[in-house]
């Protein structure tokens, strides 16, 4: 039997078409620990909003990321993977007063990858066109917030190992 990691809880973060929804289930199995999809703690109102390519507020963001504090709060201890987008500092630092010993692992790519993939996507909510205001908001971990960047290049099997490397190297949660 493998030698299971710290069971950290992650928040699979980055902007739209890094890979969260795919990245974050492969991540969760090959640790051995849930996953949760961060899309699904939206209000219907959130959903209707991007939908309509309208960029969601902090009021918008705050029950949903307090949903998913929620989420990995119960998950103390157990481990778990939920995906995130969590671009600004004072996102993260919402899920960590939740769940304080939740650690960050931040997809980042090459923006021109990462349009490319979004216009391959099927029926998802976030327009590229949001992409733009994505980017712009993007605050990357500061060097106090527990948590790894990935870089995104490859295939997902790729990308998943280069995470669960990194993640080797992480302090265990507090």
């Not at 004072?90 to 993939?117: C, K, N, Q, S, W």
């Not at 979004?118 to 917030?145: C, I, Y």
Request: proline share 7%.
């Amino acid at each position: 039997m493998q030698h299971s990691l710290t069971p950290h809880v992650l928040v699979v973060m980055g902007v739209a078409g890094t890979g969260k929804t795919t990245i974050g289930p492969l991540l969760a199995a090959r640790l051995g620990v849930p996953y949760a999809e961060g899309d699904d703690f939206h209000p219907q109102a959130n959903i209707a909003k991007m939908s309509a390519g309208t960029p969601l507020t902090d009021d918008d963001r705050a029950p949903w990321l307090d949903a998913i504090g929620r989420w990995a709060h119960d998950r103390a201890g157990l481990g778990g993977v939920v995906s995130c987008s969590a671009l600004k500092r004072g996102y993260r630092d919402r899920l960590r007063a939740a769940a304080p010993g939740v650690a960050f692992v931040h997809l980042t790519g090459d923006r021109r990858l990462i349009e490319d993939r979004m216009s391959h996507r099927q029926g998802h909510f976030m327009p590229t066109a949001l992409l733009d205001s994505q980017f712009a908001t993007l605050q990357p971990l500061a060097a106090d917030e527990a948590g790894v960047e990935v870089d995104v290049s490859g295939d997902p099997t790729e990308i998943t190992e280069r995470a669960v490397a990194a993640l080797a190297h992480l302090a265990p949660p507090r």
